[in-house]
């Protein structure tokens, strides 16, 4: 299981401003643009996957980054099966969602 990037805002789909359904999958592009690294992350409810898919991979192609994949991840709804994290330095533990890496893409021209 992989742990997913801290929630962006409240827990509803990211892909449409009108959707009020709870995220279910989160996408983590990453990639490199000259020297700088590039993330961007969004989450989505399964209506959207595709979309929030398709939005990210058309914004990596506009910016150019060809060096880097967008890894999908099947996420715990924001209310169920949280696990408690602890930092590097102990002191604020932070209560994530599990993850489960489903698939990821290649970046190419």
Do not use: Y
């Not at 999908?72 to 602890?86: E, K, M, N, Q, R």
């Amino acid at each position: 299981m992989t742990c997913p990037l801290p929630r962006m805002q409240a827990h509803v789909c990211q892909a449409d401003s009108a959707c009020v359904r709870p995220p279910c999958f989160q996408a983590r592009l990453e990639a490199v643009n000259g020297t700088q690294p590039v993330r961007q992350n969004a989450e989505a409810c399964a209506g959207h996957l595709a979309d929030m898919v398709q939005a990210l991979t058309t914004w990596a192609r506009r910016q150019h980054l060809t060096d880097g994949q967008l890894t999908v991840l099947a996420i715990d709804p924001p209310s169920s099966g949280s696990c408690l994290l602890v930092p590097a330095d102990h002191d604020r533990p932070e209560t994530v969602a599990l993850a489960l890496a489903f698939s990821t893409i290649r970046l190419t021209e």
